[in-house]
């Protein structure tokens, strides 16, 4: 392995920082609409890139709400829906542990790299406190720009002055380490934590 002398280190959030399920959001709307069928309910919204224009801050939340009650016929009340659709992560511990471990280390700078929105960002910072330690954030809603595309991780390197070969993405989706590694940047998949502490003890020398 070519050996790189990490300073920055860039964190994925869903499913690295905490975990998370989509189908939360579905079945808790199914609980208060029993007619709903929570397959459609999610294929309309896959089919109609509708997750994709949130992530990209090119549709807000009342639209998206307002447009799911039309197509389903829904009887929830807006801010219920809002509740179901943020309460849908839980903590990563080893991810926290680690997060707050290096925190502590003067040497390494931190970020965060992250699809996603503002319900889902606000929701995180106020119920996973440890995520807030990342002060430098790029989030696709606020820049328009979403993984995988090379223009997001460019922008995160000019933002903020990083040189590739000194910065590692740790993210649990492949096309995005690509993406990231076409760049120069190390990229380490996030899946087995265990796995993924194996590479980054290498990487970083931390144990």
Known sequence: MK???????????????????????????AER????????????????KLDT?????RMNHRD?????????????????????????????????????KISRIRKYKLFLLSNT???????????????RILKNRVLSYKVHM?????????YLLEKYRLEPDTTVLIDDMKDNIKAAASLGMHA?????HRKFMSEFSKVLKIK
Request: no cysteine.
């Open 117 to 131: 929105d503002s319900p889902h960002m606000t929701f995180i910072d106020k119920n996973f406190p440890y995520v």
């Open 53 to 57: 224009k949130l992530i990209s801050g």
């Open 64 to 100: 998206f709400f307002r447009k799911l009650k039309k197509k389903f016929d829904l009887k929830i009340g807006y801010t219920d829906f809002m509740y179901f659709y943020s309460d849908v992560f839980w903590e990563n511990p080893n991810m926290k542990r680690l997060l707050e």
């Open 146 to 154: 979403y993984k995988p595309q090379k223009k997001i991780f460019k």
């Open 33 to 48: 609409e029993k007619r709903l069928n929570t397959a459609a309910f999610r294929k309309y919204i896959i089919k109609n």
């Open 188 to 192: 380490i998949y996030y899946e087995s």
């Open 3 to 29: 050996k790189y002398k990490v300073v920055n280190i860039v964190f994925d959030l869903g499913n690295t920082l905490v975990f998370f399920d989509h189908s939360y959001f579905s079945n808790g709307i």
